[in-house]
């Protein structure tokens, strides 16, 4: 193999390893928000005010910090280039980063850390959906039985999901999921930064 070769084969190892590794964070993150009684019970132990509000800070941003990776790096690997080099189960992962970006608004600028206000709520259902999405597309297509195996056990189920619905095989279905995902990806970008504005402005009027 050539050097161009093996750096090729590098760069496509470490992208798949980091998509990968971002559906077990997704479900990370929906698990750091959904155990707040496992939190509230272990915040109970501690004494000093300073170590409480720490802990309860810590507990929302290790949720929001793994949520916030998990959108940049799926919004990194929905890309016409990217994903013709590795395998990434489609429609699945598009749709899945979509929900997680939205979950992730709502919960940095619409009161979703908050566990009365009904956006709360919401971002646990929106990261419920995604992961379950995700691993759908995860164990189904991505991690679907191997070409060796199916040659000795034939299965159009399973020969359908790897040639179909796999971004590396069907480049005809990876453009129609980009130019379908990607702009409404950056519509959630767009009202992301909105928020933020808003956000921002209110506080300069409360400090006026």
Same mark, same amino acid.
């Given at each position: =193999?050539?050097?161009?070769?093996?750096?090729?084969?590098?760069?496509?190892?470490?992208? *798949?390893?980091?998509?990968?590794? %971002?559906?077990? @964070?997704?479900?990370?993150?929906?698990?750091?928000?959904?155990?707040?009684?496992?939190? !509230?019970?272990?915040?109970?132990?501690?004494?000093?005010?300073?170590?409480?509000?720490?802990?309860?800070?810590?507990?929302?941003?290790?949720?929001?910090?793994?949520?916030?990776?998990?959108?940049?790096?799926?919004?990194?690997?929905?890309?016409?280039?990217? =994903?013709?080099?590795?395998?990434?189960?489609?429609?699945?992962?598009?749709?899945?980063?979509? @929900?997680?970006?939205?979950?992730?608004?709502?919960?940095?600028?619409?009161?979703?850390?908050?566990?009365?206000? &009904?956006?709360?709520?919401?971002?646990?259902?929106?990261?419920?959906?995604?992961?379950?999405?995700?691993?759908?597309?995860?164990?189904?297509? =991505? #991690?679907? &039985?191997?070409?060796?195996?199916? !040659? #000795?056990? &034939? %299965?159009?189920?399973?020969?359908?999901?790897?040639? *179909?619905?796999?971004?590396?095989?069907?480049?005809?279905?990876? *453009?129609?999921?980009?130019?379908?995902?990607? &702009?409404?990806?950056?519509?959630?970008?767009?009202?992301?930064?909105? %928020?933020?504005?808003? #956000?921002?402005?209110?506080?300069? #009027?409360?400090?006026?």
């Amino acid at each position: =193999m050539t050097e161009g070769g093996i750096a090729k084969a590098l760069e496509i190892w470490s992208l *798949q390893t980091i998509l990968d590794s %971002s559906i077990i @964070l997704g479900i990370v993150a929906l698990g750091l928000t959904i155990i707040r009684r496992y939190f !509230s019970s272990l915040r109970n132990k501690l004494t000093l005010r300073v170590s409480i509000e720490m802990w309860d800070v810590g507990t929302i941003l290790l949720a929001d910090v793994a949520l916030a990776v998990v959108v940049i790096i799926g919004y990194l690997v929905l890309n016409p280039d990217i =994903m013709a080099d590795i395998k990434i189960a489609i429609p699945f992962v598009p749709i899945a980063t979509i @929900l997680f970006a939205i979950a992730l608004v709502l919960r940095l600028f619409h009161n979703g850390h908050n566990a009365s206000s &009904p956006n709360f709520l919401r971002s646990v259902w929106l990261m419920f959906a995604a992961n379950i999405i995700n691993v759908v597309g995860f164990s189904l297509v =991505m #991690e679907a &039985p191997s070409s060796s195996y199916l !040659s #000795e056990h &034939p %299965s159009p189920f399973w020969i359908f999901l790897k040639t *179909q619905l796999r971004s590396s095989s069907n480049l005809g279905l990876s *453009q129609t999921t980009f130019l379908v995902c990607f &702009p409404i990806l950056l519509a959630v970008f767009a009202w992301g930064f909105w %928020s933020a504005i808003r #956000e921002v402005r209110r506080v300069a #009027e409360d400090r006026a």
